[in-house]
């Protein structure tokens, strides 16, 4: 009895997690033991990245760069793919450095260009200054592959869906209401005469009031972001001078050099990227393509709505969107694991989306009543996906690795991304100059073609396409 006991007393110091003092990512830790709770307001800094989709389409109208409406679509897209190549060329720069000094810093630097080339896209004078001005916004804008990482790690285990899905609710909101804010508050001196004046500088810069809202918001969160704590472990020459098994530190350290090396070649973690981009490129075509159909005349084929339209039917999709994600989504994935709920999506938003080109033959409450629930659903399942493959990614990977993994899935994103407004608006331009064409007249071949990509990306969530995490497998799918 003695020995057992003696025996106990030994072995349960080694099973205990050992916390460093000093270690930003050990408080986290240590934090996270004691705290049953949702961080929630630590991501509220990511709001303000997804927030700087001012909505375009009069902007580029006003620069007055397109000599016909049908050529809108080509230049608003331009705007839009600026930002995400600029995102593309150093979104790994920014994983490597959130890696190597910490998440907050690359978080504080992206909410700051916010502010600052947000405020100067408001001010453009022409298109040219419009393309630069998002450009380097997504060229120092290296937020959203940290705060994957982030949100893995601040999250207990048990609340990494809803972690990772409170990034993708944020993302997604942030893409409606960016549309919104720019549909209310887009040429003040128009919409309310009382308040703005012609000869003011709202009344000079039209859209420069929605953009100077997103960035003293994201003033504001980039003050409240330099309260919030790091979780990058920073022991690792502590932890070397205690270990008495300097044979165990160079095998430990070997194996680190090993898997840098091979994360290119890590397949469960590059077939979600895959898809994500897969995805990423259709998400993005749509958000272009809803709002430019949504204004266009219904003799094209469009709605005919205005920018206030717009912006109310993006914000019931918002809200919905918010209580799915925040309240249902969690249960879901739960029971059906990430990739059945991503396949699901997928192939619920292929009919959705072909009835969008019939609800232009609506009108009045009937349409309203339509579009709104079709833009709620289709938000709602864009979103499961991503948060599907957000799961997927960071499970594929060690915690020293997240933030070079989740770059390398932001530069590829951000090319497909690119790739989206440009094509989704070259797409919407040529298919309204064919509104008598004998096979899929009109809009119905933009949302036909947006099918196709839907359908390749569910395609590519099954074997051999999308590989399992080695010994996750029975929690993913």
Same mark, same amino acid.
């Given at each position: 009895?003695?020995?057992? !006991? ?36 630590? /991501?509220?800094? #990511? ?17 007055? #760069? ?15 793919? @600026?930002?995400? $190549? ?5 979104? /790994? ?19 700051? *260009? ?58 997604? #909101? ?40 997103? *960035? ?43 898997? !840098? ?17 897969? /995805? ?43 209580? /799915? ?42 349409? @309203? ?20 493959? $957000?799961?997927?990614?960071? *499970? ?21 991304? !690119? ?59």
């Amino acid at each position: 009895m003695a020995a057992a !006991a003696a025996e106990e007393e030994y072995t349960v110091p080694l099973l205990k997690k050992q916390y460093y003092e000093n270690c930003p990512g050990c408080k986290v830790d240590e934090l996270k033991e004691l705290k049953r709770g949702l961080p929630i307001r630590e /991501f509220l800094s #990511i709001w303000t990245v997804v927030l700087c989709s001012v909505y375009r389409h009069f902007q580029i109208r006003d620069f007055k #760069i397109a000599e016909k409406e049908e050529d809108i679509g080509y230049y608003a897209g331009y705007v839009g793919s @600026s930002f995400m $190549f600029g995102r593309a060329l150093t979104s /790994f720069f920014w994983g490597i450095v959130a890696d190597r000094y910490g998440r907050k810093p690359v978080i504080l630097l992206g909410t700051s *260009s916010v502010v600052i080339f947000n405020t100067i896209f408001g001010l453009s004078l022409n298109f040219w200054m419009a393309v630069i001005s998002r450009f380097m916004l997504g060229f120092l804008n290296g937020l959203l592959g940290p705060i994957k990482a982030y949100a893995s790690e601040i999250f207990r285990n048990e609340h990494q869906a809803l972690g990772l899905s409170t990034i993708t609710t944020a993302w997604g #909101i942030g893409l409606i209401i960016g549309p919104a804010l720019g549909g209310f508050l887009a040429q003040p001196a128009e919409k309310y005469p009382a308040l703005f004046s012609k000869d003011s500088l709202f009344g000079r810069f039209p859209y420069f009031l929605p953009s100077l809202a997103i *960035s003293l918001l994201a003033g504001g969160v980039t003050i409240a972001s330099c309260w919030l704590p790091e979780t990058l472990h920073t022991h690792k020459e502590k932890r070397a001078a205690c270990d008495d098994s300097f044979d165990a530190l160079e095998t430990a350290s070997g194996e680190q050099k090993k898997q !840098a090396a091979s994360l290119l070649r890590n397949w469960p973690l590059m077939s979600s990227i895959m898809v994500y981009c897969i /995805f990423s490129l259709h998400d993005m075509a749509y958000t272009e393509i809803f709002s430019l159909w949504a204004v266009s005349p219904i003799k094209l084929g469009g709605l005919g709505y205005s920018t206030e339209n717009v912006g109310e039917v993006l914000a019931v999709s918002g809200f919905g969107l918010l209580v /799915f994600q925040l309240a249902l989504y969690p249960y879901a994935e739960r029971l059906l694991g990430p990739v059945m709920v991503c396949r699901i999506a997928g192939a619920l938003s292929i009919p959705l989306l072909a009835s969008y080109p019939f609800l232009s033959k609506l009108s009045g409450f009937s349409l @309203s009543v339509l579009l709104n629930c079709a833009s709620v659903l289709k938000n709602l399942l864009s979103v499961s996906i991503v948060t599907c493959l $957000f799961m997927l990614q960071n *499970s594929a990977v060690e915690q020293h690795q997240r933030g070079a993994a989740n770059g390398i899935a932001m530069t590829a994103m951000s090319l497909f991304k !690119a790739a989206g407004p440009a094509g989704g608006g070259s797409l919407f331009s040529w298919a309204e100059t064919r509104q008598d064409a004998a096979f899929l007249p009109g809009n119905q071949m933009v949302f036909f073609v947006l099918n196709v990509v839907e359908a390749i990306g569910v395609l590519f969530t099954f074997k051999p396409f999308l590989a399992l995490p080695r010994g996750r497998t029975a929690t993913v799918q």
